[in-house]
């Protein structure tokens, strides 16, 4: 009789841990009670996921960069095109605030950093510059400028 509670037991328990999974992201991976999800976005570093909701989208690119460094899967379609503009297709290993939301300044571990905006899209900002030089007092002498 006891072996067959401890195979009813084993027959739930296997039963609950398959209910354990994130509808809303095919990359996360799911275990405990009550079922905690998260995916990982740096190597040892997997971010917990609320699967109930929308995963914010600073967290998938996070992802997506994640699995495309360590030859994983990615987004179906395959990757950009060598036509494609070098930083201008939109996919960067993005740093994430903790509630999910794009940090305002992004790099790309240079010196070469950007804004975005809340969607993590390139924030471009034109300026424009008008030079003038100094009145000058005499004549320019020609012979003495660089081309």
């Given at each position: ?6 195979l009813l ?38 971010q917990n ?36 503009f070098v ?61």
């Amino acid at each position: 009789m006891t072996i067959w509670i401890a195979l009813l037991l084993a027959t739930f328990a296997v039963g609950a841990s398959a209910q354990c999974k994130c509808d809303s992201m095919k990359w996360a991976t799911c275990d405990g009670t009550p079922c905690q999800c998260s995916i990982m976005v740096e190597a040892g570093m997997p971010q917990n996921l609320n699967c109930s909701t929308l995963i914010p989208k600073c967290y998938l690119m996070k992802a997506e960069m994640y699995r495309a460094k360590n030859n994983l899967s990615t987004r179906t379609g395959g990757k950009p095109v060598e036509t494609a503009f070098v930083d201008n297709d939109g996919i960067y290993d993005p740093v994430c605030e903790a509630t999910g939301a794009f940090r305002a300044k992004q790099c790309n571990n240079t010196e070469e950093c950007w804004c975005v905006n809340s969607a993590g899209v390139l924030y471009i900002i034109w300026v424009r510059l008008e030079l003038k030089h100094k009145e000058v007092s005499k004549a320019v002498d020609a012979s003495k400028l660089q081309a």
